[in-house]
C-alpha cells in the first residue's frame, strides 16, 4: 500500500512569487492535514481537508490556502511569498485514528 | 488550550540500553489522541505508536510502548533494546477529540535522541 506522497520535494522560490505544493493521502484516507515545520516555530498546523472541506484551520494568514479534490488529493497554495515562509510543509493523511505523515516538501524561499 | 511539553531536548544513550523520552500534555477535553513520531534527518515523521484517552491498556508496537498515565496527563515514549538506527528526533503530538479521522495536531518541540555504539 502506497504511502502519503507529496510533490515536489524540494523548491526554491523568490519572494513575492507563489507556490503550489501537493499532497496524495494513502488510498482510503479522506483527512488531509497540513503543517508548516521551522526551527524557530517548531511544527504547526495549517489547515484540515475531510471530502473536500475545510474543517479545521490553523492561525496562519490568508495567503495561505488549501483546497481537496473529490479523490481526497490536496494542494496548499501560497501567494506572495516571503522568507519567513521557508519551511518543510508537512502534510498528513488519516482515515480513523492515526495519522501519517509523507516526506514532506522544503521550500526555500529566496 | 492543548499543549504538549517535552522536557528533554536532547539524549545520549549507550546502544542496546532502553530508553524513556518524556511528554506531558494539558487538555481539558476528555477525548482526545496521543501520538509519538520519529523524525530522522531526511525530514519524514515516522508514525510510531498511537494512545487514546480511553484506551484501558498502554500501547505497544514492537519495541516502542507508550506509558499512559492519565492522572498525571504524561504519555511517556519506551524504547527497549536501542539500536544505532534510532537516532532522530522525536515528537509526542495531541489531538482534541474523537471525530472520525480529525487530525489537527499539536506538537511538542522534540527531543533528539542520540544513540551511541
Redesign the interface.
Given at each position: 500500500k502506497a504511502g502519503v506522497t507529496q510533490t515536489p520535494r524540494y523548491l526554491i522560490k523568490t519572494r513575492g512569487q507563489q507556490v503550489t505544493l501537493s499532497c496524495s493521502p494513502i488510498s482510503g484516507?479522506?483527512?488531509v492535514?497540513w503543517?508548516q515545520q521551522t526551527p524557530g516555530q517548531?511544527?504547526q498546523?495549517l489547515f484540515?481537508y475531510?471530502s473536500e472541506t475545510q474543517?479545521?484551520k490553523?492561525n496562519f494568514p490568508g495567503r495561505f490556502s488549501g483546497r481537496q479534490f473529490s479523490n481526497s488529493r490536496s494542494e496548499m497554495n501560497v501567494s506572495t511569498l516571503e522568507l519567513g515562509d521557508s519551511a518543510?510543509y508537512?502534510c498528513?493523511s488519516?482515515?480513523?485514528?492515526?495519522?501519517?505523515?509523507?516526506?514532506?516538501t522544503?521550500l526555500t524561499v529566496v | 488550550a492543548q499543549k504538549i511539553t517535552q522536557t528533554q531536548p536532547g539524549m545520549f544513550v549507550q546502544e542496546k540500553e532502553a530508553v524513556t523520552l518524556d511528554c506531558t500534555y494539558d487538555t481539558s477535553d476528555p477525548s482526545y489522541?496521543l501520538?509519538w513520531?520519529k523524525q530522522p534527518s531526511?525530514?519524514?515523521?515516522?508514525?510510531l505508536i498511537?494512545q487514546?484517552s480511553y484506551d484501558q491498556q498502554n500501547a505497544t508496537e514492537g519495541r516502542y510502548s507508550l506509558n499512559f498515565q492519565k492522572a498525571r496527563k504524561s504519555a511517556n515514549l519506551v524504547i527497549s533494546a536501542s539500536q544505532l538506527g534510532d537516532s532522530a528526533m522525536y515528537?509526542c503530538?495531541m489531538?482534541e477529540g474523537?471525530i472520525?479521522?480529525?487530525?489537527?495536531?499539536?506538537?511538542?518541540?522534540?527531543t533528539r535522541l542520540t544513540i551511541n555504539p
Open positions: 484516507h479522506r483527512s492535514s503543517y517548531g511544527l498546523f484540515e475531510f474543517r479545521n490553523g518543510l508537512l498528513a488519516s482515515l480513523a485514528s492515526e495519522a501519517f505523515f509523507g516526506q514532506g522544503r | 489522541g501520538f513520531y531526511s525530514g519524514e515523521m515516522i508514525f498511537y487514546g515528537f503530538a489531538r474523537v472520525q479521522g480529525a487530525q489537527k495536531l499539536v506538537f511538542g518541540q522534540g
